[in-house]
């Protein structure tokens, strides 16, 4: 049997590391960029926060292509759900699409799912949307294979009452944690920020998130050398 030809024939998933935080005044949304394909990377630098609305979002999980769908789906049924009212959908009922979709074909997804957004009823909310299709109304949520590293992590520096870069800091710093220790995860880390003011993406590459524990800084690689104006020659 040829693995490495399975390999590149398995499912594109994102084992992945995904977040959402609420604090005083709107969420952050967090993610990593790794897509697999068995054992291979089959895109670095995917974006796994999908817009649903101008005032929601989404953070994708599990199965690339089932992800992929329900937001699809969730999105056109949004569009129609706001000409109908004449008015943005609020975070709760996005949430409630996702679960439904999730929850009627959970013997077919693959998938987790965080919802997070702002509206002028509730303000800034998440929703987890784990596999089989539950729905979470939390403060904060994780989710993805790296989040089996984070539990403990949230527990201590999570609080109530954070401050928009308190909360902005918190996920990036917990998402760099993730893929310090998470062989799924990894790439580089997008936040999306969502309040009353609007929406504002951030990108952090991949060299500039802290190290963690036995990280070690990278020396002499290939992308310094063809980064460097006049390079030394490379010598045997």
Known sequence: MDFSLGDLN????????????????????GADSR????MYVANRASDKITQLTDN??????GSAADSQIVSDYVRHFLHQHTIQLGQPSTVKVAANLVRLLSYNNKNMLQTGLIVGGWDKYEGGKIFGVPL???ILDLPFTIGGSGSTYLYGFFDQEWKEGMTQDEAEK????AVSLAI????????VVRTVTINEDGVVRK??????LPLWHEELEPKDSLLDILAASSPEPMVS
């Open 10 to 29: 398995a499912p594109h998933s994102m084992g992945t590391t995904i977040i959402g935080v609420t604090y005083n005044g709107g969420v952050v949304l």
């Open 35 to 38: 897509t697999s394909t068995g």
């Open 56 to 61: 929601v979002y989404l953070c994708r999980s």
């Open 132 to 134: 089989g299709g539950t």
């Open 170 to 173: 918190l996920v990036v710093k």
């Open 180 to 187: 310090a220790r998470d062989g799924a995860s990894g790439g």
């Open 203 to 208: 990108f952090y590459p991949g060299d500039t």
